[in-house]
């Protein structure tokens, strides 16, 4: 009887003792507590009865918040999840997402397979601090992963940095041309598509089954590149990027001190369960999707380090140009953050858009513009996505010839 009084009203935190285990096992770090927690109150985890409590219904199709947050109503489930894995406890967050995976599959939350869940993640980078980088760009990969993000988009360069957060500090190479107050010669810090962080970033893809856009400072012979390796649940030791993509127009602005173009999108996409999707970084908006043009893509991974009003740009802009253009397939950019406010504005406003340049999703950023944030968004795969021509290369040529530091047009018609 007791049980089903609680199934009928609201429970408070001194009807539920088990869940103070749960945060105990965080603070702790301790998989065994939260897995006593399980095995100590099990009548007190009734999925349906919570999921009923919530919806006053039994439809399969409702449950999915509460599902994928525990079957709980308050401070638990996904709050517990973001707890640990913001603070570093990696076991104690382990062992509460094996317990979410144990949930019956009758009451497994039914994701139609026509959608997918992407993360556009807002982070900020410190310049050359790439162990710090990649700590903090995997505790958001995890945390959106837990969301049920099976795509992720990193910022530009943001395992490496792109400039510092004050935007005095750039990276610089001898003999090249330098317009910022100190450079940072980028040798020890540039690495190979197959090297330490692309591995990382491949074992969490792997770990978490979803697909990563790992952006970085690279190096090839004697040459520097702003690139892209997109991993995944395919990747292999022997074969880690799925894609591979080199910035084809450098910002001339700051990267001018460093970076060399990179030749087209040969290697530059891959079909995904959910549709093709092709690399592309942030000044490149202005010729790449010329380039990908024939492709037949479904989706364009679009890491940014912008410098200017994202409000402007990516929330009215950019949409409209898209729009002009008629670019065919969904674009998923996720902008670089920074820590606490600046006086410059490029920070923030990741975006997403739909085919016809349709925006469908702009960073909210509750603290600050230009803050930390997870954009996360659900869309059609390319089977059933909405079909609007092909790209009109007229228009978006008007768009983009005219654009200082692009030459895609002029070099096409030479």
Wanted: charged letters at 20%; hydrophobic letters at 35%; proline letters at 7%.
């Amino acid at each position: 009887m007791a049980h089903e009084d609680c199934a009928i009203r609201r429970a408070g935190p001194a009807d539920r003792p088990w869940e103070y285990q749960l945060l105990d096992a965080i603070s702790k770090d301790s998989p065994h507590l939260v897995n006593l927690a399980l095995d100590s109150h099990p009548s007190d985890i009734n999925w349906h009865v919570r999921i009923c409590e919530q919806y006053a219904s039994d439809e399969p199709d409702a449950v999915h918040y509460l599902v994928s947050s525990w079957g709980l109503e308050w401070q638990t489930g996904h709050t517990l999840l973001e707890t640990a894995l913001l603070n570093g406890k990696n076991r104690a967050a382990a062992a509460i997402q094996h317990a979410q995976n144990s949930i019956p599959a009758q009451l497994q939350p039914r994701i139609p397979k026509s959608t997918v869940k992407v993360a556009l993640i807002q982070s900020a980078s410190d310049l050359g601090a790439v162990h710090r980088n990649l700590d903090r760009l995997e505790r958001s990969v995890r945390t959106a992963a837990a969301r049920g993000a099976k795509i992720m988009v990193l910022p530009e360069t943001a395992v490496t940095g792109y400039l510092s957060q004050d935007l005095q500090t750039n990276w610089g190479v001898k003999g090249r041309p330098q317009n910022f107050p100190r450079a940072l010669d980028p040798t020890e810090y540039a690495e190979s598509r197959d090297g330490d962080s692309v591995r990382r970033m491949a074992s969490v893809a792997q770990e978490l089954g979803v697909y990563i856009t790992v952006p970085y400072l690279e190096k090839e012979d004697s040459q520097f590149f702003n690139s892209i390796t997109l991993v995944g649940p395919e990747s292999t030791p022997d074969k880690l990027a799925l894609a591979h993509y080199q910035k084809n127009c450098p910002w001339p602005h700051p990267e001018k001190s460093w970076a060399s173009p990179g030749v087209g999108v040969d290697e530059s996409t891959f079909d995904t369960p959910y549709g093709r999707v092709g690399l592309a970084i942030c000044f490149d908006i202005h010729s790449i999707l010329a380039k990908y043009a024939d492709s037949e893509l479904w989706a364009l991974l679009y890491p940014i380090a912008w410098v200017g009003d994202t409000g402007e740009w990516f929330a009215s802009q950019l949409p409209d140009r898209l729009a002009e253009g008629n670019c065919p397939h969904y674009i998923l950019g996720a902008n670089w953050a920074t820590v606490a406010p600046q006086s410059w504005k490029g920070a923030g406003g990741s975006s997403a858009y739909g085919p016809g340049g349709q925006l469908l999703a702009h960073a909210s950023e509750p603290r600050f513009r230009g803050c930390e944030e997870i954009v996360m968004l659900e869309i059609p795969t390319a089977d059933v996505m909405p079909k609007i021509g092909v790209l009109d290369k007229a228009k978006y040529r008007e768009w983009t010839s005219s654009q200082i530091g692009t030459d895609y047009w002029q070099v096409k018609c030479q």
